[in-house]
């Protein structure tokens, strides 16, 4: 089992620029979250998407979107880049199946820095 | 509200024990979570403690819940090198069970 895993590992991007990472959920996980990691912090949730919708979201703008497709594995979009979007970002998937307990499996990151 | 504390470092002498503390402000927290990340990686879950229990161990590892201060401790026994790392509490509110709420993350520095 491979795991989370997420592409590209590292990303240099411009201000104003668009980005788009990727994450493939551990096998048997249907629900894919994903969390901005800023330096010297701790994970801020951005949102989560289940069964190719977004089911709830954290405190960031419109820029950050996302997808999920049939196949589990989604994509976090950011548009009109900001220096301050810098940070790694995790994909964390689980099993609807978890029940209240969030047993969120977390890939390696994708560290993004806006120059 | 939504908001987990933890001190930012901690170091300690190899073979020690090492503890980590962590307050939240949500009483309506129903799963409390470790998690270590090592550089340049994602996070590993440690363990996890549902709110109405008061203690868990698993092997070298011991938390402490304490609802009514809203005080979380992750023991670690007979700490190694391999330890050293930052270790993230996080809880789940009741409310959203959907998200994970994290604390800053404290910084465990261990020597020989």
């Known amino acids: 089992d491979a795991g989370v895993t997420q592409s590209p590992t590292h990303l240099i991007k411009t201000r104003g620029q668009q980005v788009t990472l990727r994450c493939s959920p551990k096998?048997?996980?249907?629900?894919v979250s994903w969390y901005q990691q800023a330096l010297g912090q701790g994970p801020q949730f951005i949102f989560q998407?289940?069964?190719?919708?977004?089911?709830q979201r954290g405190n960031f703008p419109d820029r950050f979107s996302g997808h999920q497709f049939p196949n589990y594995s989604s994509e976090l979009n950011v548009n009109a880049l900001l220096l301050g979007d810098s940070a790694l970002y995790l994909c964390?998937?689980?099993?609807?199946?978890?029940?209240?307990?969030?047993?969120?499996?977390f890939g390696q990151g994708t560290r993004l820095t806006v120059v | 509200g939504e908001d987990v504390e933890q001190s930012l470092f901690l170091s300690v002498r190899e073979g020690d024990s090492s503890v980590i503390n962590c307050t939240y402000t949500?009483?309506?927290?129903?799963?409390l979570y470790w998690y270590k990340q090592e550089p340049g990686a994602g996070l590993q879950l440690l363990t996890y403690?549902?709110?109405?229990?008061d203690m868990k161990q698993d092997q070298r590892l011991t938390v402490l819940l304490n609802k009514k201060d809203k005080h979380l401790s992750l023991r670690i026994a007979d700490t190694q090198t391999g330890d050293s790392a930052i270790y993230f509490c996080?809880?789940?509110?009741?409310?959203?069970?959907?998200?994970?709420?994290f604390g800053t993350g404290t910084r465990l520095q261990v020597f020989p």
């Open positions: 998407y289940y069964e190719e919708e977004e089911r």
């Open positions: 964390a998937s689980k099993s609807s199946h978890a029940g209240l307990r969030t047993e969120a499996f």
């Open positions: 996080a809880e789940t509110p009741l409310y959203n069970t959907d998200k994970l709420i």
């Open positions: 403690i549902f709110s109405n229990m």
């Open positions: 096998s048997g996980h249907d629900t």
């Open positions: 949500d009483s309506s927290s129903t799963y």
